[in-house]
């Protein structure tokens, strides 16, 4: 079985081999009927080419009056040199007004011959018009061939050229001589390195066969080493890709159970996180029920029945439930942007115009905090962005900004504009914050001042709202610590054609 194999691999050599050769003296053959046909032919139709070349210039010539002009006598005299034309012009009188080439004896009997009708005792008529006639001729006695073209110019300049014809029939023979001696070497030497090269195809088939039999016997570690893209290169590829199939169904499941093993520590991970932040939420919510509940409680005994009293413990659970209701929202919004649940809508506004309009409404804020807001005049500046969500951003800088100014209560609103983007920055006096602290900023439930946050009703979650907005919409926030204060900033990307 094996040796009919190789056999048949060997007989794929020979076929290939045979079947270039015979293209190779088959092309030869073509080109040797070619040869015979067609080469005569073509080698007169670029004789009577040159003659028309010729014929064309001197026409010129003739209208410009320029036949004694040395420009175009050079340029006849290189038509001569280069293609072999011997030519002659004559006046009415039959007086040589210009010739060039080697054959003026011979052309002025010519030119003779044709005015006195003499024909040539072999001549044959190749193209003949009003202007002009082409010839082919042959010399009496010498039995060189020729063509001839003689015509008038005008109303009675006439001329003459003429072009010897090599012996085409004979340069044929040999030139088909010398490609069939060639052809023949040609064809060898071709069969040799044919052979050569078909052991670079049947090679491959052979490195198949072995891997073949290896995969018989469940050696899944031979592998195709060629390279390219022929079909036994594609077809190698494929038995490399089924001999890695079992290896790879293994390593598929080693890497199930590792990723499962991955997946079961990030459950942990989900579950400790769910559990702080319920711990957290449960924190933050304890004190406001606590106090909805004593004080609700203190209203059914009616501990105090005066109407201030009353008042009072109605006002702080109001307060306390609002407190709460403020916290939840926050949360929803928050869950809403950290899973994509909520869509940006981009679009072109004025954030000039934006925080001049939440100024105005926040005045009544400001006066009850005794707080001073200051902020330059800017001119309209159009910026891309989601304008709730960035108005969401800036209510949440100048809250908090309320809420921790102190010293001389300043709030400095700030836009700074480049090429590029537009930086809105809320400054505002009082104490820095402590470095440890400025990175935890941005988490939520966190609390700088966990007893200040709570005098103001703060849940620690207003800076994470505000950095996975910023986040959702790719642009850059920060804060920056000043010896007199704080200063939070986010950037925007700005419309071209706005400016300051």
Same mark, same amino acid.
């Given at each position: ?242 001999? +890695?199939? %079992?290896?790879?169904?293994?390593? /598929? &499941? @080693? =890497?199930?159970?590792?990723?499962? *093993?991955?997946?079961? !520590? ?9 559990? +702080?932040? %319920?711990?957290?939420?449960?924190? /933050? &919510? @304890? =004190?406001?029920?606590?106090?909805? *509940?004593?004080?609700? !409680? ?9 109407? +201030? ?192």
């Amino acid at each position: 079985m094996k040796k009919h194999r190789y056999a048949v691999m060997h007989s794929i050599k020979i076929r290939i081999a045979i079947s270039f050769m015979l293209v190779v003296f088959s092309t030869i053959f073509l080109c040797w009927i070619l040869n015979n046909a067609f080469l005569q032919s073509y080698y007169e139709a670029n004789r009577q080419d040159d003659l028309m070349d010729g014929y064309n210039q001197i026409c010129k010539a003739m209208e410009a009056q320029l036949l004694s002009d040395e420009e175009f006598q050079s340029e006849m005299m290189d038509l001569s040199h280069r293609s072999n034309i011997s030519g002659i012009v004559l006046d009415s009188n039959s007086e040589t007004m210009f010739h060039f080439g080697s054959d003026q004896m011979a052309l002025n009997q010519r030119v003779r011959d044709y005015i006195f009708g003499i024909q040539m005792p072999f001549a044959e008529t190749v193209v003949e018009t009003e202007q002009y006639t082409i010839l082919k001729t042959q010399e009496r006695g010498m039995g060189s061939e020729y063509l001839e073209m003689h015509g008038v110019i005008g109303t009675s300049t006439i001329f003459m050229m003429r072009t010897p014809l090599a012996n085409v029939q004979e340069s044929v023979e040999l030139a088909n001589r010398f490609l069939l001696y060639v052809g023949i070497g040609a064809a060898i030497l071709s069969g040799i390195i044919i052979w050569m090269i078909t052991g670079t195809f049947t090679g491959p088939i052979l490195e198949l066969v072995e891997i073949s039999r290896r995969m018989k016997a469940l050696d899944f570690e031979a592998k195709y080493t060629g390279k390219g893209q022929t079909e036994v290169s594609l077809l190698g590829d494929n038995i490399n890709a089924l001999s +890695e199939t %079992l290896q790879r169904t293994i390593s /598929e &499941l @080693k =890497t199930a159970n590792n990723e499962l *093993q991955q997946d079961i !520590e990030k459950k942990n991970e989900v579950d400790e996180m769910c559990k +702080e932040f %319920l711990s957290n939420v449960s924190h /933050e &919510l @304890k =004190t406001p029920i606590a106090l909805i *509940q004593g004080y609700a !409680e203190g209203l059914k005994e009616g501990i105090n029945d005066d109407p +201030e009293s009353r008042q009072f413990y109605c006002d702080v659970i109001i307060d306390e439930a609002s407190k709460m209701n403020t916290m939840v929202k926050k949360l929803l919004t928050l869950n809403q942007l950290e899973f994509g649940n909520d869509n940006v809508a981009m679009e072109r506004f004025d954030i000039v115009d934006l925080i001049c309009n939440y100024l105005q409404a926040a005045q009544i804020l400001t006066k009850q905090n005794d707080v001073s807001v200051r902020m330059e005049h800017y001119e309209p500046i159009y910026v891309w962005a989601d304008e709730y969500k960035v108005e969401e951003v800036f209510t949440n800088y100048f809250t908090n900004a309320i809420n921790h100014v102190s010293g001389d209560k300043i709030i400095d609103v700030k836009l700074t504009k480049t090429a590029s983007v537009v930086r809105v920055s809320v400054f505002n006096t009082g104490d820095p914050i402590p470095e440890d602290s400025i990175p935890h900023l941005w988490e939520k439930f966190y609390k700088v001042d966990k007893a200040r946050t709570r005098e103001y009703g703060g849940s620690g979650v207003g800076l994470s709202i505000v950095k996975a907005i910023m986040e959702s919409m790719n642009q850059k926030y920060g804060v920056i610590n000043y010896d007199n204060g704080v200063e939070f900033w986010f950037e925007l990307d700005v419309d071209s054609g706005s400016a300051l």
